[in-house]
């Protein structure tokens, strides 16, 4: 069976990472290198590592749904434990 794998960008930091289909973009900012703030251990409660979607397409969670409005779900925020990756590129910002 083939891997897929899918890339990422993140603004401001400009790193870009290639990585497996799956995996949640907390952890695909490890391997860029980059740390992204958390509380809750990945558990999708605190809402630390809260990311916003810049171009591509990441369908809201229900921990995206119990942590932003409606109105900020439009604006691309998502919790980055959460989102898991699939085969469309993303760009990404985190809050620094």
Known sequence: ?????HTLRFQPQGA???VPTGISVFEAA??????IDSTC????TCAKCRVRL??????PTEADRRSFSAAELSRGWRIACRSRL???PLVLEIEV
């Open 54 to 59: 810049l171009a591509g397409e990441l369908p």
């Open 16 to 18: 870009t990472v290639r």
């Open 86 to 88: 699939g085969e469309v």
């Open 41 to 44: 251990g990945g558990r999708g």
């Open 30 to 35: 490890g391997w860029a290198g980059i740390t």
């Open 1 to 5: 069976m083939m891997e897929r794998f």
